[in-house]
């Protein structure tokens, strides 16, 4: 992956990845402007979603995080002043979920790509502990803080740098930062772990399994408005409602999120709260407005089907692909839909200028290994044709 894109670059043309949660080895040799991943329940079509999150993100500690607790995988505990807390369960992010030292995950290009590697450690001890600023510019006394427990090794591109997985005054319970930062500003730390030296991540913005909250689509409209995308999102919205848009608008106050929605002006009706005109709608008008933050980056569509009627899957897969080569976007999605397999299909082969693939997604071996099977427009439409299972 570049450090920076290019218009019209595949950013991620194949995919490697071996020891992630729940995927030991998994090479996926070519990937399409917008790759449909299709499999049985548990294959790891949304880890193959979240290794791409992560190989964008450059290994950021919060994203790493965000994962896990995503899945719900954390301790409970008092912390010092007698709060509870969430430890987000970084083991479950190795193939096993029980890391021994020395144990690492690696996500990257299959050939000749930058390597993203996480790998459980030991903590880095010092010689000797001295002060040190955070990046956030707050001061530390000597021996304020300690790592405690294992540590993971971010290395990206030939650069390294530690992630506590969690820290504690001395003589304390364990205590958890919000937005952890590497151990990096001791005097003999390793070289070339400096977090200002670390690459930029690529866009990349997420949509579902669930339905996008209002404060979400709200921020979303915001970067939309009054540029060309308004003229998408309505024709979204028209297909999701079956009626013309007149307009659409965020209410509520910036200051207060949980309050703003999306409301929108059907054809010679009343303004409405988008959310009255069901989830597809809201699905489809939340894709529409996700390229413009993944814009030169990544949109990764987890279970793509949901609260789309399988009558709108080719023109919903039109749009997708439509908007994917407008804003650079290279997309991944997940179904289990055969509806939306074939509208994918269709679509795919009649886009002639973005390059949609479906992979298929089989347990391999019983060491955790997953095959990936390609299909090719054409190869596709011709299993959408005569019904040959790709799902």
């Not at 921020?219 to 659409?248: C, F, K, M, N, Y």
């Not at 009255?276 to 089907?305: C, H, K, N, Q, W």
């Not at 269709?346 to 391999?364: P, W």
Request: charged share 25%; aromatic share 8%; hydrophobic share 35%.
């Amino acid at each position: 992956m570049p450090d920076g894109s290019t218009p019209n670059s595949m950013h991620l043309p194949s995919l490697s990845i071996r020891g992630f949660r729940g995927i030991n080895r998994l090479d996926v040799e070519r990937l399409g402007r917008v790759t449909l991943l299709a499999g049985r329940n548990g294959v790891g079509k949304t880890t193959v979603l979240e290794a791409v999150e992560l190989l964008a993100a450059r290994g950021d500690p919060p994203v790493l995080a965000d994962i896990v607790l995503r899945h719900e995988e954390h301790r409970l505990f008092t912390d010092s002043h007698g709060e509870a807390r969430e430890l987000p369960e970084y083991e479950s992010l190795f193939y096993g979920r029980e890391p021994k030292l020395g144990t690492e995950f690696t996500v990257a290009q299959c050939q000749d790509g930058a390597l993203l590697g996480v790998e459980y450690v030991l903590p880095f001890r010092p010689r000797e502990w001295r002060a040190f600023t955070a990046p956030d510019g707050t001061p530390f006394q000597p021996g304020a803080f300690l790592p405690v427990g294992p540590e993971l090794k971010i290395s990206f591109d030939g650069r390294t740098r530690r992630q506590p997985l969690f820290g504690g005054v001395v003589g304390e319970s364990p205590i958890v930062r919000e937005r952890p930062w590497p151990m990096t500003s001791f005097a003999d730390a390793p070289a070339g772990c400096d977090q200002a030296d670390w690459p930029d991540p690529l866009r990349c913005s997420r949509l579902g399994p669930d339905v996008p909250d209002s404060s979400t689509l709200a921020d979303q409209w915001d970067d939309v408005a009054l540029t060309p995308g308004e003229a998408q999102a309505s024709s979204a919205l028209q297909l999701a409602t079956g009626t013309d848009v007149e307009g659409v608008a965020a209410v509520g106050r910036r200051d207060q999120s949980r309050q703003r929605r999306i409301m929108i002006k059907p054809d010679r009706a009343d303004r409405v709260p988008l959310r009255s005109m069901g989830d597809g709608a809201v699905r489809i008008f939340g894709m529409s407005t996700s390229f413009v933050g993944a814009a030169d980056g990544f949109l990764l569509i987890d279970e793509a089907e949901n609260g789309i009627h399988h009558t709108l899957q080719r023109e919903y897969w039109e749009m997708v692909l439509c908007a994917a080569r407008e804003y650079n976007v290279q997309v991944l999605a997940t179904t289990h839909s055969w509806d939306c397999v074939a509208g994918f299909a269709q679509a795919a082969y009649d886009d002639e200028e973005s390059e949609g693939l479906a992979v298929r997604l089989e347990t391999d071996d019983e060491e955790g290994g997953v095959r990936a099977i390609e299909y090719s427009e054409r190869t596709l439409k011709v299993a959408a044709e005569q019904g040959i299972e790709v799902r």
